[in-house]
């Protein structure tokens, strides 16, 4: 049986092993695949594995021999799951592999909003503050965490798991869920609209998946309702933000910051507004790249395969 890997490099980059995907058949590993050799390179496997290489219906339907694809993702968008549906193809995702990790993650992001570490490690590298005639100094607003509102927008595995680090830094928790489910025992938790939550909240912070109508989810109008003190956190995916209302909101003043590890096109060659934003900080999506997370995922993804090759497919989506 062939297996085909369409783009391995950004899971395992040489610190992990495809040896138990091995066992399982002839595997070919390609670091990268450009969309236009998605076919091409998928002829003649049963099982594919892929992260962002995408399978359109006409992709799909040019490939008689596939049986199963495994995302290498929490977010399945890039997979026409009824095409593949139609075509009989089974289709599953990791769902649960980085829980702690993005939410390490988006932390970090608020915490650098709040304190500028970076910023002022190069001041203090650059001489600032051997040449400050006070024992101390700050470029930026010092904020305290405690007692201000954490907005959650979308209350799964994630948002849950960063609600709890965030209530863990004394905040009081606001979380919206299209289908909510449990909350949070034992910490200042409450259930709100997303309009309410948006507008106050003191970090609106984004989990929710990428659906149409999750898409610009964060327009100029929403944006527009939160507290100008506030920030906005996106370790999700990136078109839940219309940049260019964002930038615009920055640059105006209309919210304080921004913390973004996804945007709509990765990696961004067109560039993005968000570049030259004000108090914007932008990271290359490396929310769920700790080896530790990285090597839950891979482990779950070839569990995924071989319970598909036993007849007995788990988190599957199509």
């Known amino acids: 049986m062939r297996i085909a890997v369409l783009d391995g490099y950004c899971l395992n980059p040489g610190d992990l092993s495809w040896d138990g995907l091995r066992a399982m058949g002839e595997v070919e590993v390609f670091d990268r695949t450009p969309e236009g050799q998605v076919a091409e390179r998928a002829a003649g496997a049963a099982v594919v594995l892929t992260n962002k290489s995408p399978f359109s219906?006409?992709?799909?339907?040019?490939?008689?021999?596939?049986?199963?694809?495994?995302?290498?993702?929490?977010?399945?968008?890039?997979?026409?799951?009824?095409?593949?549906?139609?075509?009989?193809?089974?289709?599953?995702?990791?769902?649960?592999?980085?829980?702690?990790?993005?939410?390490?993650?988006?932390?970090?992001?608020?915490?650098?909003?709040?304190?500028?570490?970076?910023?002022?490690?190069?001041?203090?590298?650059?001489?600032?503050?051997?040449?400050?005639?006070?024992?101390?100094?700050?470029?930026?607003?010092?904020?305290?965490?405690?007692?201000?509102?954490?907005?959650?927008?979308?209350?799964?595995?994630?948002?849950?798991?960063?609600?709890?680090?965030?209530?863990?830094f004394g905040m009081r928790i606001a979380a919206y869920d299209a289908k909510p489910t449990e909350g949070l025992a034992g910490v200042d938790f409450a259930w709100m609209g997303l309009e309410e939550l948006i507008a106050t909240s003191d970090v609106v912070s984004l989990h929710c998946p990428l659906f149409p109508d999750t898409k610009d989810l964060m327009n100029r109008e929403r944006i527009a309702r939160m507290k100008p003190s506030a920030f906005l956190l996106n370790t999700s995916r990136g078109p839940l933000i219309v940049e260019q209302d964002l930038a615009d909101a920055l640059n105006n003043g209309v919210i304080a910051g921004a913390g973004i590890d996804v945007l709509p096109q990765e990696p961004p060659v067109n560039g993005s507004p968000l570049f030259s934003a004000k108090n914007c900080i932008v990271t290359p999506h490396i929310a769920w790249a700790t080896l530790e997370a990285r090597g839950r995922l891979m482990e779950i993804a070839i569990n995924n395969v071989r319970a598909f090759l036993a007849g007995a497919p788990v988190n599957q989506v199509s």
């Open 57 to 168: 219906a006409a992709t799909l339907a040019a490939l008689p021999d596939l049986k199963y694809i495994g995302v290498l993702a929490t977010g399945y968008n890039i997979i026409d799951v009824e095409a593949a549906r139609q075509q009989g193809v089974v289709v599953t995702n990791v769902p649960s592999y980085g829980s702690h990790t993005v939410a390490q993650m988006t932390m970090a992001l608020l915490l650098e909003l709040c304190h500028g570490v970076g910023a002022h490690s190069e001041a203090v590298r650059a001489g600032e503050w051997t040449r400050n005639p006070d024992w101390s100094f700050w470029h930026s607003r010092q904020v305290e965490l405690a007692g201000k509102q954490f907005g959650v927008v979308g209350f799964g595995r994630i948002g849950r798991q960063t609600a709890i680090a965030a209530a863990g």
